[in-house]
């Protein structure tokens, strides 16, 4: 019910997924009311985590300022969000955060040796009081009206390695450790060589990627679960739902849904307030 931030900095380094360079990621504490705040060090440019800053949704949410960017920021706020942060300074010498694992675990396991420590701030969230949905073709987001926050997602491929997944999590920090924080990034091998020649990519491994060529996952032996991709569909939007600013007392429903409708669900979600109520604890 109050704010939280980490107790301590510390620091990771590692490849970004697209730009493909070493990557130096310092998480710091941060004042109650600050927000989740981005600082491109090499840049000396500070981007407030915000769906207002989303510039970018192709295969990564960017947020972007005054001529600096940061992109694929969505698994590490979906750890931020998993740990019920609300306050803290990301600092990066490049373009992107450390890929790591391709997960958000290794995101949490930073943010355990941080530690936490809250404050006498309050820590409002807002109650969605109407459905508001968006939709692409096929793909549709919708958040609900509900007591607490919660996820159902669906995905379809046509790739028998994928196939249909549905999934459905209550949100809560304990469970996100173990069932969705683990589910890696995955991408189709046709698609690499082309992302490669785009610039992006160029980071993306065996190791921190489930790739599939087919009907076939080329590292099966790398994944967690056997819904992994509908698991990973969730951690992004509950990253990109992070960037509300504030906790969501509401359901997701995701069909085949990705960061560009997610961002659009909040943008149009903020577009008018009888959507929703902001409340704040006493």
Known sequence: MTRKTIARETTAEGIALHAGQTV????????????????RTDLAREIPARYDHVAETRLGTVIARDGASVGVIEHLMAAIAGAELDDLVVELDGPEPPILDGDALSYLVLLDRAGTQTNDAPRPALKILKPVT??????RATLHPAEAFGFDFEIVFPSPAIGRQMFHWPFASETFRREIAPARTFGFLHELDALNKAGLGRGASLENTL????????????MR??????RHKILDALGDLALAGFPLIARFEGIRSGHALN???????FADSSNYARMTPK
């Not at 790739?211 to 790398?222: E, F």
């Open 225 to 230: 679960f056997p819904d992994e991709f509908v």
């Open 263 to 269: 961002n659009a669900l909040l943008r149009a979600l």
């Open 134 to 139: 968006v939709q692409s073709g096929e793909a």
């Open 24 to 39: 130096r990621m310092t998480l710091k504490p941060a004042p109650a009311g600050q927000g989740i705040v981005f600082r």
């Open 211 to 222: 790739a599939i060529d087919g009907d076939k996952v080329v590292n099966a032996a790398l």
